[in-house]
């Protein structure tokens, strides 16, 4: 079955800090993977995914996330971190085909100081 | 509509009560989730629609909860007898075909007395 770990929970930073969350998935197959961001007040909206191709990639708000197919890993990293990128984060992954039942990480909520 | 749509926003009932929650997905949506998020804890899947396929139940915690789905249409999830540790926020998201991400609705705070 799939899995997803997120293995820090909290993570508190200032500004302009350099950013980087853990997401490990158990599956053997080819996956899609996700990360979701939720801003406080906000319902949860796409922040990246990867399907294919180049495994590292770009998304909103200077956001990215490197696949590592070898570690089973889809790591969230951003340079310089802003007090607005206080949110929960969320790592999620699928499988392609059949049913595609999209699993959740726990979360990781970052907190920036401004 | 512009997106996800759920209600009641928020529900306070007390326990033993049945609750049914409405989820309205994006038009053209063919795929339809609920999950539920407890306080301090990720996302729990309970259930899949994809168009008229049978859904996948298979996060479904117990026989209280059932969830319908009409077509490509609206979805309700009903809990009977609710407990408290039913508490929880209850997320609708739907997608359309293939590999489209999610679109969540801003969920459903259902408080169990």
């Known amino acids: 079955a799939q899995s997803v770990s997120q293995h820090n929970h909290h993570v508190i930073l200032s500004e302009a800090a350099s950013l980087e969350l853990g997401c490990n998935y158990s599956y053997g197959g080819t996956v899609n993977l996700f990360w979701y961001v939720q801003y406080p007040g906000q319902h949860l909206q796409l922040l990246l995914k990867y399907f294919s191709g180049d495994p590292l990639v770009k998304g909103i708000k200077g956001f990215e996330a490197e696949f590592i197919k070898s570690k089973f890993s889809f790591n969230l990293r951003k340079p310089s971190v802003q007090w607005s990128d206080t949110a929960e984060y969320f790592c999620a992954v699928n499988a392609p085909t059949g049913f595609q039942k999209l699993v959740f990480g726990t979360g990781t909520r970052l907190l920036v100081s401004p | 509509g512009a997106g996800v749509s759920q209600s009641p926003s928020n529900k306070v009932t007390e326990k033993g009560k049945d609750v049914e929650l409405r989820c309205d997905p994006i038009?053209?949506?063919?795929?339809l989730y609920w999950y539920r998020q407890r306080l301090g804890q990720g996302l729990e899947f309970l259930i899949y629609f994809q168009g008229n396929s049978a859904p996948d139940k298979s996060g479904l915690p117990s026989d209280r909860f059932s969830a319908e789905r009409t077509g490509e249409s609206v979805s309700t999830l009903t809990i009977q007898r609710t407990q408290q540790e039913d508490s929880a926020v209850y997320l609708c998201?739907?997608?359309?075909?293939?590999?489209?991400?999610?679109?969540f609705g801003n969920g459903t705070r259902l408080t169990v007395t």
């Open positions: 038009s053209g949506h063919t795929a």
């Open positions: 998201a739907s997608r359309a075909m293939g590999n489209s991400p999610l679109h």
